[in-house]
């Protein structure tokens, strides 16, 4: 008999509506048991076999809730992990799943001296673009990587009000939301780098928390460079990579989050396919033979995560995201705060 992972979201906002509700939804390994809403009930419409609770020790407190998703707001992550890890369940945690270095190497203990699986939700490695500059990067078709640049642009020109995302310390704009992702796939494609160099800002007036950065990441014989900003109303590539045998260029973003909120399920069809017209562009040398055309951008698909997550579970396969490797994305995000204040580069 096939084991049912019970499961329990910490919330009911965006990241639980869009992306980890459709994705457990979808698996037949998992059941949501209970939903954290304070005060409303919007998950009743879609996952009424699920409780709508009023507070977090009603999950904490029931024994059969084998893991517990904490998808709140981002300074609520460490101590709502901690808590559930104390009260003895795996965790799923969002990025970035702590603050601190320093906290998550604390939750890295903790979940490691309980025997429990503790894992971040950093869905942006299955993209369906950076697997592809992936695959890219592992058959050679550029040669020699010179430069990687990756863009994480949006165009808000004004101070969303209601949202955790506009206020707070320098924790709480977009190097810790999007920089998250952005580290993180820099780091599965080439390991830590050897310096950081950081630029931040905030580009909109009124604006309380950063929602620009520009950063290098220096790596032996090439740089990653990583941008974001608010004010970008007409997007350049979201990937440019250049070595020395040619350039790839990709436009747009991976099409599973907009198919999401528009409220279509992971399991249809073609999901996380891109059609023609959106693949990259890639001008190189092929076997002493100059090629340039489009290359098919693979499918992206964001149930893999949790595949592994039951695996591991039920199987004891091995974590795809280690905590550990989320850990080493806050160091460099810490780097980069260090070298934005300090106006410097700083060495890893």
């Known amino acids: 008999m096939k084991r049912i992972i019970n499961t329990a979201l910490a919330s009911f906002g965006m990241s639980g509506m869009v992306f980890h509700g459709p994705s457990l939804r979808v698996n037949p390994n998992f059941r949501i048991c209970k939903i954290l809403e304070r005060s409303k009930n919007l998950s009743a419409k879609n996952y009424s076999e699920a409780t709508i609770v009023r507070s977090y020790e009603e999950i904490l407190n029931d024994p059969e809730i084998d893991l517990v998703v904490v998808n709140t707001p981002d300074d609520l992550h460490y101590e709502m992990t901690k808590q559930a890890l104390e009260a003895g369940k795996h965790v799923v945690a969002e990025k970035p799943f702590a603050q601190t270095v320093d906290e998550a190497n604390e939750l890295i203990a903790l979940a490691n001296s309980k025997g429990l699986m503790h894992t971040v939700y950093q869905n942006r490695r299955w993209d369906g673009d950076f697997l592809t500059v992936k695959k890219l990067l592992k058959d050679g078709s ?94 350049g590539p979201r990937y440019s990579l250049h070595g020395n045998l040619g350039s790839f260029h990709k436009w747009g973003i991976d099409p599973q989050e907009d198919a999401l909120k528009a409220g279509r399920l992971p399991n249809e069809a073609g999901w996380g396919s891109e059609p023609a017209a959106d693949w990259g562009e890639l001008d190189t040398e092929l076997n002493g033979l100059h090629f340039t055309g489009k290359v098919e951008t693979i499918p992206g698909n964001y149930n893999l995560f949790y595949e592994n997550v039951y695996d591991v579970l039920a199987n004891g396969a091995e974590l795809l995201v280690k905590p550990e490797e989320s850990r080493d994305g806050l160091v460099i995000l810490e780097a980069c705060l260090k070298s934005h204040k300090e106006k410097r580069t700083v060495l890893l």
């Open 142 to 235: 550029l040669g020699r990587l010179v430069e990687f640049e990756s863009h994480f642009d949006r165009y808000r020109n004004f101070i969303q009000p209601g949202t955790w995302k506009e206020a707070g310390n320098e924790r709480a704009g977009v190097l810790y939301n999007l920089g998250s992702h952005m580290v993180d796939q820099v780091r599965v494609l080439f390991g830590m780098p050897m310096s950081v160099t950081a630029h931040l800002g905030i580009v909109r007036e009124s604006g309380a928390v950063n929602d620009y950065y520009d950063i290098r990441l220096q790596y032996e014989g090439f740089a990653a460079l990583l941008k974001c900003s608010y004010l970008v109303r007409k997007p």
